[in-house]
């Protein structure tokens, strides 16, 4: 008679270490762009409203649906790390999901411009020797620190499961001299 072992968990199950998204704090200038054309719009339409009936007041969905498609494009988009890998979900109507192998990553850079940290958030880049996404970026997302943190530990973790180290190949001559 056959043994069912599927509910024992085997050493080496992949477990979810951090998800999240974009912050909308990165689009601040286009939303605030999306509320001056609102402005103006509103202003326009007022002046207008007595020739126009009021129609022009139908203008106001321009800018309304500009903020909402940015507002659902960054939403869609998230970031699951692993204790394997790290999955990026992107797209709206048509679903795409990149995965980087962590021991693929070569280095990794955190900064936090001004606007960013003031309110917490940070871009993360990777390096990688993945030939799909050689350059991964994820950016505005909170914790950043952490986030870098779990990476690294994850990525040395995963490096030593696999038996995997970087290896560098410096293509710097070596000052031979070359016949002419």
């Known amino acids: 008679m056959p ?19 974009t912050s909308q704090w990165v689009h601040f200038w286009f939303y605030l762009l999306c509320v001056i054309l609102a402005a103006a719009i509103a202003v326009g339409a007022t002046v207008l409203a007595l020739p126009t009936g ?21 939403k869609c ?34 900064e936090q411009p001004l606007m960013l ?22 950016k505005a997302i909170a914790d950043v620190e952490n986030v870098r943190e779990k990476l690294r530990g994850a990525v040395q973790s995963e490096r030593d ?5 970087e290896l560098d190949v410096d293509s710097h001559d070596d000052g031979a001299a070359t016949l002419s």
């Open 54 to 74: 009021g129609l022009t007041y139908l203008a106001l969905i321009i800018p309304v649906i500009l903020w909402m498609v940015r507002w659902w494009v960054t």
């Open 77 to 110: 988009t998230t970031y699951e790390l692993t204790s394997q890998r790290l999955r990026i979900r992107s797209g709206v109507l048509n679903r795409r999901v990149d995965e980087l192998e962590l021991y693929r990553v070569k280095d990794y850079a955190m």
């Open 3 to 21: 043994i069912d072992d599927s509910s024992s968990t085997p050493t080496n199950a992949e477990t979810l270490l951090w998800s999240g998204h």
């Open 117 to 138: 940290r003031l309110v917490g958030l940070g871009n993360l880049t990777l390096i990688t020797s993945d030939a799909t996404n050689p350059q991964v970026a994820m």
């Open 161 to 165: 499961r696999k038996r995997v180290r």
